[in-house]
């Protein structure tokens, strides 16, 4: 079966490349419907990684956030028009103390091997999710980010000690906010503050109990934890206030990615005795949990859809580019490109 791939070959520059795909064996062919684009989709296409590792990863089909239709399941398990979401973690090996998304043998799509930049997709079926039926597939686009959101979760859920009263999200951009969400609706009974710069864009957290800019943060406030989802040059800034803000014996939870080192204030670490730890990617228990939790609260649904950016159809390679080139200009959500090639 030939396939045809679009790979970045170059900062900006897309090609098409062909590929056979073998169906001797089990595994299942997706046609891909909705793909969104990452920030590290983007650094890869702005070139913003080292050479080095740019060298190392092209030619490289981008994005690992995507859902498709099933076409052929040898299994069984899926049948032809099923709705799935695909996960990008691959493992090679199970390990009995560390999770899949966190063992070094793990490939990952569109790091390291082609992502779903694909005409069509064969994939393990571990690797595929059902959708609720009737689901905002611009919303579903991106259910990997949101499980990475999840997977944090989890893990706060089991590392954290049990007071929460008070719990921050520092982080007004798109993963404070899915974070956000599905903080308050797996826990509701704590209270939830957000920390950011933008007013406009803490002003649609109507979900928290409060919101703050950064810049003007009561002095006398405090966290029993906290969540950093700022990222980049920011995410230094964001730490250092959480250890300020937060009580002692507290967790931190880091998400935000930095290209660079991040100095932490380590004197009020052990002073107060805090807990740090850091979430990356997600594995199928995290799409899975993420999946169940559309379905027993749809309010989610409706929240996800503000983040909603721009929609763009992608019939070409100007396309793909077209919608690259607006992701970089927004202030706020996410990019999706209808994949109708």
């Known amino acids: 079966m030939l396939n045809t791939v679009y ?75 099923d709705e799935v979401v695909m996960i990008p973690n691959t493992p090679v ?53 949101v499980s990475v959101s999840v997977h944090a979760l989890s893990r706060f859920d089991r590392f954290a000690h049990g007071r929460r009263d008070v719990v921050g999200i520092w982080g007004d ?26 007013k406009d864009k803490l002003s649609d957290f109507t979900f928290a109990d409060g919101t703050f800019r950064v810049s003007d943060i009561p002095k006398d406030l405090e966290l029993d934890h906290a969540f950093e989802c700022v990222g980049g040059a920011g995410s230094g800034k964001a730490i250092d206030q959480i250890i300020d803000y937060i009580k002692p014996e507290g967790t931190i939870s880091i998400l935000g990615v930095s290209e660079y080192p991040v100095p932490i204030n380590t004197r009020m670490v052990l002073e107060k005795g805090l807990r740090i730890f850091g979430s990356s990617r997600s594995g199928r228990a995290d799409f899975e949990k993420t999946v169940e939790l559309y379905r027993e609260h749809p309010e989610i649904i409706n ?37 109708e090639k």
């Open 93 to 145: 090996e199970e390990d009995e103390f560390i999770a899949e998304n966190y063992l070094r043998s793990s490939k990952f799509r569109a790091s390291g091997f082609n992502g779903f930049m694909q005409e069509y997709v064969k994939i393990r079926q571990d690797r595929l999710v059902m959708l609720p039926e009737g689901i905002d597939k611009e919303v579903a686009a991106f259910t990997e980010i």
């Open 303 to 339: 929240y996800l859809s503000n983040i909603v950016g721009a929609v763009i159809p992608v019939h070409s390679i100007a396309d793909m580019k077209k919608a690259f080139e607006m992701d970089i200009q927004k202030s706020f959500g996410k990019t999706i490109m209808l994949w």
């Open 7 to 81: 790979q970045l070959v170059a900062p900006r520059r897309f090609e098409v490349t062909y590929e056979n795909i073998g169906l001797q064996d089990n595994d299942v062919i997706v046609r891909p419907t909705h793909l969104s684009i990452c920030n590290a989709d983007q650094r890869y296409y702005q070139g913003l990684r080292e050479d080095h590792i740019l060298r190392e990863k092209l030619p490289m089909a981008l994005i690992h956030e995507a859902i498709g239709t099933v076409l052929r399941d040898p299994t069984g398990q899926f049948k032809p028009g």
């Open 173 to 198: 951009g798109n993963l404070g906010y899915i974070t956000a969400i599905f903080f308050k609706t797996m826990f509701p009974d704590t209270k939830l503050y957000i920390f950011g710069i933008s």
